[in-house]
């Protein structure tokens, strides 16, 4: 009998492919998003769209999630992702972190608190301020790996990401996630319900 509970409460493959199947549809939406990062004004923007427009899709991944490691695995599978389209490691290091605490927090609400939900989407969020790190750190040494991009828009980005919207940009994508958390949570009431979330 202790067995199967300790099955029970680990990730088995259906949890795995609830995790590749949602984090495949919040990575579209979130590069669809994205592009519009090619228009300096939009860059730091994208604190406050990916998280809001990212919502409603992860706030119905958390209606699948009901084991603990789903959330900080997809924030994880996030950071690498953005590595690999070359956004640096720093989205992988933030993701860990934040991943995890969003797990806990899901977590100690037993998976069925909807309001843990939406700071669970507040914190997870913050993954996506990661990818701004390089910027504050070296904004010259991030473009010179990076061919195509003019002058020009490399001066009106600096101009952009002064020292102190490094701070602003972590808070901007959390209440954004919270934001994104609330549009999710009421679009997808029918979802929360059925899953057992109140």
């Known amino acids: 009998m202790s067995e199967n509970n300790s099955s029970n409460k ?18 579209v939406i979130v ?6 990062g090619y228009i300096p004004i ?27 490691g789903m959330i900080w695995i997809m924030s994880v599978i996030m950071g690498i992702l953005m590595l690999l389209t070359g956004m640096g490691f720093y989205s992988i290091l933030v993701g860990a972190v934040s991943g995890l605490i969003a797990e806990l927090i899901f977590k100690s609400g037993n998976y069925r608190s909807a309001s ?7 914190v997870f969020s913050v993954w996506v301020w990661g990818n701004f790190v390089p910027l504050f750190l070296n904004i010259e040494a991030y473009f010179s790996t990076r061919q195509g991009y003019g002058q ?20 901007v994508s959390f ?17 929360f319900h059925k899953a057992g979330i109140v």
């Open 31 to 36: 590069f669809a998003v994205a592009m519009l």
């Open 10 to 27: 680990s990730l088995q493959g259906k949890d795995l492919i609830n995790v590749g199947v949602f984090t495949a549809m919040y990575f």
């Open 42 to 68: 939009f860059m730091p923007l994208l604190c406050v769209l990916v998280p809001i427009v990212g919502g409603i899709p992860f706030m119905l991944f958390l209606t699948k999630v009901k084991k603990f």
């Open 175 to 191: 209440v954004s996630g919270i934001i994104g958390g609330l549009l999710g949570k009421a679009a997808l009431k029918k979802h």
């Open 116 to 122: 843990k939900a939406v700071l669970t989407s507040g």
């Open 152 to 171: 020009e828009y490399i001066d009106a980005l600096t101009r952009l990401m002064p020292l102190w919207m490094c701070p602003v940009l972590l808070v």
